[in-house]
């Protein structure tokens, strides 16, 4: 006998798991997930921050292949397995780009990197076989910045940045909004009016001067920005949650739970909420793309995460003027980065508000 399911979470799987795009989506946001938080097993350059510099290579386009000496430290800092996973190897080698080099006896003759292939550096270093020394050849997938620094490497790092604040943001957001939002759609009266008039204050302030503001106020920095983006981003879930809870509160299940003698927050939480959570839903996943884009615009301005820490906002304000310059990937790039991940929240939220909405 063929049974078909009858809950509503069960029939909103069903529904979302038919909109291909909205599946391509939420699989591609797990895979930037993973990445933001596993970025150093990913990166070609596993240094902290992805912060090797070599400015003799600066803005080489992708696909730019050279040989790299390298030199290893001696002074080596004691690091766990999950320091150096999350954070980055403390005890990479010291890189110096060269055209070629030479091995005699002890002694490693190297011609350094020079963009005229005429003039020639050359430097001596006495090896005595000691393994200290060693040349590898290395691709930079996607170039150089103007640091010289390995563009692919600081992008996926640079997804934990984007990543993170939209979660963090959507996650101070949810707590801040469905709390008020619940108490002025439940209790109504001076409660609601007080909690309406904040919104109302709050609602016309811009929401990126807001940020700035806070940002100001809390001090650059790196989660000084994930706070501020929350911050500002709880009214409209603040909004739905009150206007979903005026609609439901009069319904029977209610009445019967007040006649039951149930408090109020076990009404709130355990009867009403779980039963409005599909807008909240939907507006979590447009939240969550709109904190990428203003972390991004925070990080242009030069107020979001600082140097070194990469950042995809910070990416494009580095090389904007290359537009001009014939190497326009070195801020589309990022800027695609940007692009391809709100995106693919928008589409998440467009098929959860279909799967979620009862009507179809």
């Not at 730019?64 to 000496?69: A, D, R, S, V």
């Amino acid at each position: 006998m063929d049974t078909k399911p009858t809950s509503l979470s069960k029939l909103a799987y069903k529904k979302f798991i038919k909109n291909k795009i909205g599946v391509f989506s939420f699989w591609y946001i797990v895979l930037c997930g993973f990445i933001a938080i596993f970025a150093y097993l990913f990166t070609p350059d596993n240094s902290p921050y992805a912060n090797k510099m070599h400015l003799e290579i600066h803005t080489k386009p992708p696909l730019f292949k050279t040989n790299i000496l390298h030199k290893k430290k001696l002074n080596i800092t004691k690091q766990s397995f999950f320091n150096k996973l999350f954070f980055g190897d403390n005890n990479t080698t010291l890189e110096t780009p060269i055209n070629n080099y030479i091995i005699k006896n002890d002694t490693l003759k190297i011609n350094l990197y020079t963009e005229n292939k005429s003039i020639i550096k050359q430097k001596n270093i006495i090896t005595n076989n000691n393994n200290t020394y060693f040349v590898k050849s290395k691709t930079f997938i996607l170039g150089t910045d103007k640091y010289g620094r390995d563009l692919l490497s600081r992008l996926l790092i640079g997804t934990r940045i984007s990543f993170f604040v939209g979660f963090i943001a959507v996650f101070l957001s949810l707590i801040i909004g469905i709390t008020i939002g619940s108490i002025a759609g439940y209790f109504g009266g001076i409660a609601d009016k007080i909690i309406m008039w904040l919104i109302n204050v709050t609602w016309s302030i811009p929401t990126l001067l807001m940020v700035i503001a806070i940002t100001l106020a809390l001090g650059k920095g790196f989660w000084q920005v994930f706070i501020a983006v929350g911050l500002t981003m709880w009214v409209e879930v603040a909004r739905v949650v009150r206007g979903q809870i005026m609609s439901v509160k009069q319904q029977q299940f209610v009445e019967a739970a007040n006649a039951l003698g149930y408090s109020n927050f076990r009404i709130i939480t355990k009867h009403i909420l779980p039963n409005i959570m599909g807008p909240v839903i939907v507006i979590s996943a447009a939240n969550f793309a709109a904190a990428i884009l203003i972390e991004s615009g925070l990080s242009f301005l030069g107020i979001g995460a600082q140097p070194p820490t990469p950042s995809w906002g910070a990416m494009i304000k580095d090389h904007y003027n290359y537009i001009i310059l014939g190497k326009a990937y070195l801020a589309v790039i990022p800027g695609l980065a940007i692009m391809s991940l709100v995106m693919a929240f928008m589409l998440v939220g467009n098929a959860l508000r279909d799967a979620l909405d009862v009507k179809n």
